[in-house]
């Protein structure tokens, strides 16, 4: 009887290495007794193994695109501190980290000044996203008007156009902080032109609708490309003063005036 199970755990064992599914593999004999300690039928038991390696497949799948979305640092909706941004309309972020603006083709549009949280909300949106199953690419603006350039110059153009057409949302982050060149204006242009309707952007940027000419060179380009991004967009805007700033001020009020009831000050991490 040993001999038998013993043979037949070898061929299951192979079986499941040639139908790939791991999991069920390093599981199988766990569950098993648990099984039967349970009483559970065959079904039950059957059920239980295809849902645990539904459940790792869909965790591996979820860290291959965050790991190919190439996000600077990651953050999540749930480390940001709405009441220090009460501008930020929280049910509407909510709402965006479901996804369902990316189906539709939106664009989402954050607007503020440095250290307001853009990059933190777009960031977290987008990781949202990758764990809901779009594919997601994270640029800050100039990397990509910068691998643009080198892509054409290097004849790759197509083939990164064709990754980037292959997205579901592209996050362009810190449009405007420094201005393109004619040419890197006109990439720029290009891609935003090529994601309209096709792939949702979430754009974050300094400045203001009125100085983006400054940034795009052209006035017909600016336009052009406002136009492409503000048709279906929600725009959220991060006003205040920086949170970094709010942070250290916030902290030296307390290292001055220590309250010992309040033990855990800020969670945030960077
Ligand atoms: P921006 O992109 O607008 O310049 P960031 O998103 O980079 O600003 O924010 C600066 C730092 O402050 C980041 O570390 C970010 O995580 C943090 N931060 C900004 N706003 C908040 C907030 N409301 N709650 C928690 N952390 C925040
Ligand atoms: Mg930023």
Known sequence: MKTLETKSMVLLRHHLKALRLPTIG?????????????NADHLTYLLQLTELELLE?????AERRLKAAR??????LDTFDFTARPSVNKTLVTEL?????????????????????????????AVAACHKGYKVRFFRATELVTTLIEARDERTFLRLKTQLAKLDLLVLDELG???????GAELLF???????????????????????????????????ALDRLTHRCRIIETKGESY???DAKTRTRRTRNPDPVAKTGTTQTD
């Open 97 to 125: 980290a479901r996804g369902e603006f990316i189906d539709k083709r939106e664009n989402v549009l954050l607007v503020g000044n440095p250290g307001t949280g853009k990059s933190h909300l777009a960031t977290a949106l």
């Open 26 to 38: 390093a599981e199988c004999e766990k569950v098993a007794h648990q099984a039967a300690a349970d």
């Open 244 to 246: 970094r700033l709010h």
């Open 57 to 61: 497949r869909e965790k591996r799948a």
């Open 71 to 76: 996000f600077p640092t990651i953050k999540t």
């Open 190 to 224: 290009e891609v935003i032109s090529t994601a309209y309707e096709r792939t949702s952007l979430i754009v974050t940027t300094n400045l203001p609708f009125e100085s983006w000419t400054e940034v795009l060179g052209s006035e017909r380009l600016t336009g052009a």
């Open 177 to 183: 902080y420094v201005p393109a060149s004619k040419v």
